[in-house]
């Protein structure tokens, strides 16, 4: 669309590189205790959603790099979304439902695998004059009109996500401060716990 050469798409990764890191190494220790996971994935998916908006209307290359810097900061999500996954999947074990871990499991193969495809056949498809219905010429900015479609989907998909599985990965429900209790409970307590418990054993077999 602005014919970019290498070094300018070199230059534009480093900019995303930077700024990627910034969100991963002060951002996001900043951001998860005040907004939690939910609010942290919300803020990272409409950031996402609005800097693949404003990539459609920009009329030249200069907006591309603040958008790479601000666009970066949608990658707030990905901590809080590995935690949520990372809670289900427990949840499915301790549910004895292995096939649900292996769905879970199974949607970052699959996104990974299919998503590059889905969007590059879009791109390829779009930039073809004349594949366009409602117009002769080229369209550059689908894929970003696409992923704009699967974060507003994503958006609505969180809203139904019931709340204790984000207390629990956050280590704020019941189940978790239980653990931490119990994780929180001296050796030399632990041991005598188990001592009890032998003798106890010992007495009802006697």
């Known amino acids: 669309r602005f014919g970019l050469s290498l070094p300018d798409m070199a230059r534009l990764q480093s900019t995303y590189a930077l700024f990627y890191i910034a969100a991963q190494l002060v951002v996001v220790p900043a951001l998860q205790p005040y ?11 409409v950031i996402g959603m609005l800097v693949n908006l404003t990539y459609l209307v920009i009329p030249s290359e200069t907006w591309l790099f603040p958008l790479m810097a601000v666009g970066a900061m949608s ?8 935690a949520l996954i990372a809670n289900m999947a427990t ?10 871990l292996a769905t879970v499991n ?30 002769p010429n080229s369209w550059p900015g689908s894929p970003y009109a696409l992923a704009i479609v699967f974060l507003i989907a994503c958006i609505a998909l969180l809203g ?3 709340e204790h599985i984000f207390e ?19 050796p030399g307590k632990l041991e005598a716990q188990d001592e009890e418990e032998q ?8």
């Open 75 to 82: 990658s707030v999500a990905s901590p809080a979304l590995n």
């Open 160 to 162: 139904l996500i019931p």
């Open 91 to 100: 949840g499915a074990l301790t549910d004895g439902a292995n096939a649900s």
């Open 35 to 45: 907004a939690g996971l939910r609010g942290t994935l919300f803020i990272g998916l």
């Open 199 to 206: 003798c106890e054993g010992l007495v009802r077999a006697a």
């Open 168 to 186: 629990k990965a956050s280590g704020e429900g019941p189940d978790s401060a239980a653990l931490a209790a119990g994780a929180s409970a001296s």
């Open 106 to 135: 199974s949607i970052g193969t699959v996104s990974h695998l299919f998503g590059p495809l889905l969007f590059n056949a879009a791109f390829s498809y779009c930039l073809v004059p004349g594949h366009l219905p409602l117009s």
